[in-house]
Structures are given as C-alpha cells and as structure tokens.
C-alpha cells in the first residue's frame, strides 16, 4: 500500500483541481460506524469518479461511494475506508425527455431536488425515500431505499431503465438503456440496485416517470387491535381499491409523533393511513368504500387529509423511525398481526420498548427498540424477531444501530445457501477488493 | 417460419458434436435417470425440438422430460459429466432463438413440470412450475377474480419458464410492467446441479438482487424449476377502443401525446395498413381497408377511472384527425377487436409464405421518423414490411415478409433486419423488447453496448456458467460470427 499523500499527489496529476479533504478534523465527519476515511474526494462528473476509482484500484486501496451520507448508518463495519467518494457535485439532470415519461441524471442530486425540476413538467420519480432534501439518487439506488407509495409504484427496481456504473478497475459500464421496455443483455441495473455500492459506483440513472396526480387524499382509520387493522389492508388488497400507500402505525410511533411533529394521533390501539391519488370522484369512491370495509373490520374513526396537513403527514411517516436501533423486516402480509403480537411478547420478555411503522400492504415492518444502550437485552430480542420473522417467510435487517451492537450481532443474518452466487459476481466485479468490504451481506 | 440452417461458424465451436458412442452412454444414464419414456434420442423424435418460431435451426442430440427439479438437477450434473451442453426449452414460441441447441447436447422439455404449486389470496402470490402454459395460470385464478398480468400474444402456448428466460412482456404491459415486475424469486439449478432458492415470497430479501438478474437471462445463467409470482385483482372495468388513421403519422402522434398528457391506457396497439388488410382477409374484425393506420386501445380499472380515460383517449385521437373511434359496445366486439391484433401474425401468413419479426423500441416520440425509416430500408431491399406493434411502449414489431425459395431473399431479410435495429439503437432505443437476443441478434448487442458493457455482463456468465454449459453461444456477439454479419 503506498502513502496516502503519494497517492493525492498522484490523482492530483491526472484529475487537475480535484477537491481532497483529508485534515483529520474535516475527515470526523465522514466516519462510517467509527471509522474515518483517509481522504474524501469530490469529483465532479463521471469521468472523475473513474479516474479515481481506476487509481485506488491500481494502487490497492479501497474506495467507497457517498451521496448525501443519510443512509451510511447501513451494513456492518467495514473492513478498511481509503477513500470516501463523495458524489454530490454530481448533481445535473442531464434530460427530462417530458414527452416520452423518462429522464437520465447525474447520481449525486438530491431527490427533492431531482423531484422540483421534473415537477416543472408535471411529472414526478414516484419514489417517495426518506430524507429526500440530503438523500440522492446514487444513494437511493445502492441502498434501495423505498417509500409507502412503493404500494403502488413498486421501487427502484421497477423504475430504473438504464444506468452507468464505474467499475472496479474504473471504467464506466452501462446497463440497460433510455427506454422503458429492454431486455437486450443481462438486467444489471436489478444486480447494482441495492448492492450498497460492492460492485460499482452507480454515476448516472434513467428512470420512468409518472404524471403528478392531480388530486391526492389520506383516509386515516383507527383499531384497537392490529388483527383488526389487518385485515382490513387484506380485504383492501383483494377489492378493487388501488391506494398508493397502506401505512400502519402503532401506539409507540403515534406517540412519538404526537410529542416531536405535533400531530395528533390515537395513542393506543392502530392508526391506518390509506392514501388515494388520482381523480377526484375516483379517490372519492376509494374513500367511500375503504370506510365500508373498515367499519366491518371494526374501525374506530375515520378522519381524512388533504392539503399541507396531509403533505406534512406523510413527510412524518416517510422519515419512518430514525430512534438509535431501528430494524426492517419484510415479511407476508398475512402475517403482520401475529408477527406484532409476537413483538409485544418478546419486548417484554426483555424489557424494551418497541414503536413500529408499517408499509402494511407490502408486509414490510419498521420497528424502532428501545433503549439503544440495552446491548445485550437487544442482541437477544433482535435474534428472536428475526427468528419469526423466518416463520412467516421473510427477513430481518438491522437498519440502524450503535458500533458495539454491530460488533455483536449480524445485521444482515446468516447468508443462505445461494450466498456462493453472491460470492462470485463479487469476486468477478472486483477482485482487488477495491469497493470497500465487511459492510454488505456476509461480508461482501 | 423456420427457414435455414445456421452459418457455420468460423471459429472453432465451443462444444463438439456427440459421438454416436458418447450418446449411446449418455442416454443409457438419463435412461436410468428418468425412464426410457422420457428420454428422446431418435431423429424423428428429435425433429420437433430443432426450432422455436426465429429463423435459426440446430438439432439436440438427446431431448429429455424430467418431472422433479431433482431430476433436473441429475440432468445437469450427467451433462457436466459428459461435458455437453444443455438447454431448456418451454413451449418452443420464442423468437429469437433462444431454445434452439446451436452445439446439440441435451434439451430440457420441462412439459411435464406445468403444475401450479400453491396459490395464496391473502399474500397475493402463486408458486408454479416453469411447464406452466401462461394462460392456464389467469385462467386457474379467474374464477376467484385474479390474474397474472404479463400477457404475452402466444399466452395460449407458451410457459411461465420460457417467459421468465426471456423476461417476456405483451400488449397489457404497459401500466403493469413485464415479466420482472410480477415475479418474486424463483428455485433454480446451477451449472454445478445444485438446487437453490433465490428471493422469497417476501420482497426487499437482504444481498444481491438475484431473482432479478436471472429473469430475462434466457438461460444462460442457471435453470428454473420454481416461480414465485405476484397476483393481481381482475379490473371490474375495461373498455377498448379503436381508432382509424388516414396517416401513419398521425397515429404515432397520437400515441405519444396519449401518454405524455398522463393517460397511461392498460394497451395500445398499432397496425398499418398491411397489417389491416391480411388482419381483414383472415378475421374480418371491421377494419376499413384504406386506412394508414390503427390504434387498439384499452383502458381498464375502476369504472369512473375508465369512463374519464376513455373521454380524454378519445379527444387526444379526434385532435389528431382520426377518422373515426369506436368503442367496443360489449364483450364480444371487443374480443372481435382484440382477435385481429392476436391474430395478425397468423394472418400474414395467408399472403406470403415466410416472416421475419424484429422487436426494437424507440422513445415514442421517435415513432413516426422510425416507422419512415423502416419501410424505406425494407424499400430499398425490395421486400414487404407491415407492422404490428405495442406503440405505448414505443416496442416496434415490423414483420418482413419473404419468400426462403427466391435465392438470396434470405440474406437481404437479414441484412434489412440489422438496419433497422442501427435505426432504434440511433433512435436512442434498443435492439429488443420482449423477444430476447438469443442467437439471432448477438451482433447488434454491440449496437447499443461498448466492449467494456459487454465485458461487465459477460463476468456475470463467467461468475455463475463459466463452461457455458447452460445454453451456449447466446447472447453475447460470437468472436467467429462477426466475419459473416460483415459478409452479409
């Protein structure tokens, strides 16, 4: 391994200009689970990330790509950090063809920002992640990142139509293509999606658009118990509605969202969002008869919200839960309300508390534990909700925890048997181990 | 449609052709395997699985039907034994070659394995086999009020495997997506014979998305014996529209206005005025014979959502000058609306003997300068072009027709389908849709990919089929076709 100042000196040569931070007090902002880069690096278009890349992979260190830093706290702890690639100077869209519903931008622009410009056309990414002002699209896409609409507009893997990845020895590969139906060659783009950045750094992507509605509506229902609120999203999921999101909340994240955004939720039993876009006489009859079905269900009340109120709903329950342990399990949506009973057992077996946010009609749960500092009580507990959430045939990922519990748990899971696939196309995308390792699944 | 032989190669092949006494063993194994039934070796019974509905053509040395995935994966492991290659094949309807056994070897003919495994209305999901006609699928839920979406024209015969190897779509596609939006995960044999499941009932499964990467793989990465697929609630409205052209330029027009004012129809369709008339010899759907062009739409989902799209489909038409729309009154004139689409194919083969399909895409907006420049190329080859294509989704379908006894025909049909494939990829498209590349266009890959594009896919083959013993020769260009297409 050579000297880090050989090595800026030398990319210095070959990308003139390039903005380096490596003083160690600049650096402590970007540690990643306690560990600090060695340098952060700025580049300012894809070329520059290759050139970059392709340096660090000659010289044997190892790179790691960064959009806007709201989703570093995934993955284990890395094995080593050289070189942090900061890809928010990347931040052009290139084009918004209107006409056709596509667009091609750079990685580094921050959702809320790529949304604002196509929303000058009326059209919108119909990707509702978390933290859109800092989250950016290369972000999105290595972490996967999904909002409630999922529901209705799938997620990153149903929209992305081509993207441009820098390589482990630096050149930049397309995959896919600008148009929104391609089969020619291998899908890469689903390979690179949700990889957390082991295989390439993600440059540029084209996406499929959507008109913005015209009209959008939130049907808030609430339940005394989730078996109640359950099956109602069941009932829901097999009429004729089409909501865009079915979003659970429990009594623990109502809570939290009574104390620290000032909205007023029922602070017991189950909250249910529904929210319905399109026409107005078309959201009017989705409303009219999710009431109907809810009330069979035993639904409690049935507010709905429109406008700033519901805009600032949503904004609250996208940013989900961002408490210091926080996990994400998929799981069949039959299963929730057992799976949330199942939760209350084990919380109490070992003394936590839990809050949970649910994108209900996907089956994918958000539950917050606490305290955060109840290591081993939480190694136990995460262990077990892991295990059912097994039993009711899905996963369960630590999304956000504190070092020393990463030091003591898996927060991914054990790999399963198809994890030797997984070895090879690392193996074969990068060999040299230049995309910084340890954070992905079993070590990828 | 199957007309010739493969060119042979130029380079040395990657697989030698079986001995006869190689065969003997390798049948005597698969034999024991499965049961003499099962295994076919006979040239006469070999000649069924030589072609799919492209033009290339390759015999298999031994065809085989396994009925478990354990058999599928004995298969795999006697081929690896044996080093010969293998290939799988669902109802043989694809396009471009991808079932077809350029080096022999063993096809997999997984007609026996078209069960569906279970079905789950609260989780919305179906398990099924990969022998599993698509159409058999719907119609096993329709009665409950479900579906599985991707639709494509052959849906009657062709499988849920085959559809998965090539990521198959279909004229319903449009708001629903293709055949990777609607499948979950999938159990599959490797190169090595190993049985594995990848992705889950549930979604967002942690690592690489594999399931993903596998559909539309056509093959060549591992075999599927399991797939998991999404559900969907039957629309309680659908209306379908026609409307007429007097210009091939409005209707493309229109196409591209209907979506980009947000109207996203669950179909549109496009015939020109070839199409139309042998459509009309065969069918006679109550297309006029004169017209330019013809948009079949169709809008479906709750009834207030399609009576509001229906009106703003039918003013978008009427501003660019259709000479008329018309709204299928009942069931049956819209299944006499659809039969011509679904049949065209069928029905240009009563005026001329032979087809080519070709399956680009362009930007919609791009139609009207593409369809222009395809009927010019064919043209200028002096061939006939007609097209029937999923306009909304901008995915051409022109049909050269031909005839393989006139000599040379066949070259300038090749030749005239690999400049229209230049137009899409110059168009900002792409060289295939939902047909796949299979054998037949492995040199346009690099049309629209560089050699380091080409090279990052190829790791993935590396990765997982480092032999190539799953379906060979595919996909990729071939170091020794390249000297024929300049040739050509």
Redesign the interface.
């Known amino acids: 391994m050579i000297e880090i100042e050989t090595f800026i000196r030398e990319m210095q040569d070959n990308i003139p200009d390039l903005q380096v931070i490596n003083n160690p007090e600049h650096l402590s902002n970007y540690a990643i689970d306690g560990l600090l880069p060695r340098l952060v690096v700025k580049p300012r278009n894809a070329q520059e990330v290759s050139g970059v890349v392709a340096l660090a992979n000659q010289r044997g260190l190892t790179t790691l790509a960064r959009g806007g830093g709201s989703r570093m706290h995934l993955g284990s702890i890395p094995e080593s950090l050289d070189i942090l690639i900061e890809t928010g100077k990347l931040t052009r869209l290139l084009e918004h063809?209107?006409?056709?519903?596509?667009c091609q931008v750079e990685a580094g622009i921050s959702l809320a920002e790529l949304q604002s410009q196509l929303g000058t056309k009326?059209q919108w990414l119909p990707l509702d992640a978390p933290d859109p002002a800092q989250a950016t699209v290369g972000g999105i896409l290595a972490s996967?990142a999904s909002g409630p609409k999922r529901l209705r507009y799938?997620?990153a893997?149903?929209l992305v139509i081509g993207l441009q990845v820098v390589?482990a020895n630096g050149?930049?590969?397309?995959?896919g293509?600008?148009?929104?139906?391609?089969?020619?060659?291998?899908?890469?783009?689903?390979?690179y999606?949700?990889?957390l950045g082991t295989?390439g750094v993600i440059v540029e992507a084209n996406f499929k658009l959507q008109?913005i509605p015209a009209n959008e509506r939130t049907l808030l229902l609430t339940f005394s118990n989730s078996q109640d609120a359950m099956q109602t999203v069941?009932s829901i999921?097999?009429?004729?509605l089409?909501p865009s999101a079915l979003e659970l909340i429990d009594a623990g994240a109502a809570n939290d969202m009574s104390d620290f955004f000032g909205l007023n939720l029922p602070t017991n039993g189950y909250t249910l969002a529904l929210d319905f876009e399109?026409?107005l006489?078309?959201i009017e009859?989705?409303i009219d008869e999710a009431r109907l079905i809810a009330r069979t269900n035993g639904a409690l009340l049935g507010d709905d919200l429109a406008g700033n109120e519901q805009e600032q709903f949503w904004n609250v329950v996208r940013e989900h839960l961002d408490g210091s342990v926080t996990c994400?399990a998929?799981?069949?949506?039959?299963q929730i309300a057992l799976y949330l009973q199942k939760l209350a057992e084990i919380c109490q077996r070992h003394d936590l508390e839990s809050a949970v946010i649910a994108h209900a009609g996907?089956?994918?749960l958000y539950i917050e534990l606490r305290p955060g500092d109840a290591t081993t009580r939480l190694v136990e507990a995460i262990a077990e909700l892991r295990k059912s959430a097994r039993e009711?045939?899905?996963?369960l990922?630590v999304e956000r925890c504190p070092v020393d519990l990463k030091r003591r748990l898996n927060v991914?899971?054990e790999?399963?048997?198809?994890?030797r696939?997984?070895q090879?196309?690392k193996?074969?995308?990068d060999p040299k181990g230049t995309f910084v390792k340890g954070r992905?699944?079993?070590g990828l | 449609m199957s007309i010739t032989e493969l060119p042979l190669a130029v380079a040395a092949p990657l697989f030698e052709r079986l001995s006869e006494q190689k065969k003997a063993e390798v049948v005597r194994d698969l034999s024991i395997l499965l049961g003499a039934r099962y295994v076919l070796s006979s040239p006469y019974d070999l000649m069924l699985y030589e072609y799919d509905a492209s033009i290339d053509r390759s015999k298999p040395d031994i065809v085989v039907l396994p009925s478990t995935t354990e058999e599928v994966a004995e298969i795999v492991k006697i081929a690896a034994r044996y080093d010969i290659p293998v290939v799988p094949r669902g109802a043989g309807t694809g396009l471009s070659g991808g079932a077809v056994p350029i080096y022999g070897g063993i096809v997999i003919v997984f007609a026996r394995m078209n069960r569906i495994l279970e079905v789950?209305?609260?989780?919305?999901r179906a398990v099924v086999q990969p022998g599993l006609v698509n159409l058999h699928l719907s119609n096993a839920l329709n009665s409950t009020?479900f579906y599985y979406v991707p639709d494509p024209s052959s849906q009657r015969s062709c499988t849920i495997g085959g559809n998965v190897g090539?990521?198959a779509?279909g004229p319903h596609?449009l708001i629903y997506?293709?055949t990777?939006?609607h499948v979950l995960g999938l159990e599959i044999v490797?190169a090595d014979g190993e049985i594995?499941?990848?992705g889950?009932?549930?979604?967002?499964?942690?690592?690489?998305?594999?399931?993903?990467?596998i559909?539309?793989?056509e093959g060549t990465?591992c075999i599927v014996t399991k797939i998991i697929v999404k559900m969907v609630?039957l629309?309680?409205a659908v209306k379908t529209l026609v409307a007429i052209f007097d210009s091939l330029d409005d209707a493309s027009n229109t196409v591209?206005?209907i979506?980009?004012?947000?109207v996203i129809p669950s179909a549109i369709e496009m015939m020109d005025q070839m199409i139309l008339q042998a459509v009309e010899a065969d069918s006679q759907a109550g297309y006029p014979l004169d017209a330019a062009a013809v948009l079949l739409m169709e809008s479906e989902?709750?009834a207030?959502?399609v009576r509001?799209q229906v009106e703003a489909i039918v003013r978008v038409c009427e501003q660019h000058r259709a000479r008329s729309v018309r709204i299928a009154a009942n069931e049956e004139e819209r299944q006499r609306f659809w039969a011509g689409r679904k049949n065209a194919f069928g029905a240009v083969g009563r005026i001329c003997p032979e087809f080519y399909v070709q399956d680009g895409?362009?930007?919609?907006?791009r139609l009207p300068q593409v369809l222009r420049r395809i009927s010019e190329i064919c043209a200028s080859y002096g061939l006939r072009v007609g097209n029937v294509f999923?306009a909304g989704?901008?995915?051409l379908h022109p049909l050269i027709l031909f005839d393989s006894q006139i000599p040379g025909e066949i070259e300038r049909v090749r030749q005239a389908g690999h400049e229209i494939l230049q137009v899409c990829a110059d168009a900002?498209?792409?060289?295939?849709?939902?047909?796949?590349?299979g054998l037949e266009?492995q040199e346009e890959?690099a049309l629209?990919?560089?050699e380091?594009?080409?090279?990052?896919?190829q790791?993935?083959?590396?990765?997982?089929n480092p032999r190539q013993l799953l379906n060979p020769g595919k996909?990729?260009p071939q170091p020794g076709r390249c000297a024929e297409v300049k040739q050509l």
Do not use: C
Not at chain 1, 171 to 175: F, H, L, N, V
């Open positions: 063809e209107a006409p056709d519903l596509t009326g996967n799938g997620t893997r149903d390589q050149e930049i590969a397309r995959s293509g600008r148009v929104v139906k391609n089969v020619a060659g291998y899908d890469l783009n689903k390979l999606i949700g990889s295989l008109p069941i999921l097999g009429s004729q089409t399109g026409s006489t078309i009859r989705q994400k998929a799981i069949l949506v039959s996907n089956g994918i009711a045939r899905g996963s990922v991914w899971g790999p399963g048997a198809n994890f696939l997984m090879r196309l193996n074969q995308f992905f699944v079993g | 789950d209305y609260e989780n919305l009020g090539e990521n779509g596609t997506g293709v990777t939006n490797t594995l499941q990848v889950d009932w549930t979604p967002d499964v942690p690592g690489y998305d594999l399931t993903g990467l559909v539309g793989s990465l609630h629309p309680e591209s206005e979506i980009s004012s947000g989902g709750m207030e959502g509001e895409v362009v930007p919609r907006t999923h989704d901008g995915n900002g498209g792409t060289i295939t849709g939902e047909h796949g590349v266009k890959m629209i990919f560089s380091t594009d080409l090279r990052v896919m790791q993935v083959r590396e990765a997982w996909l990729f």
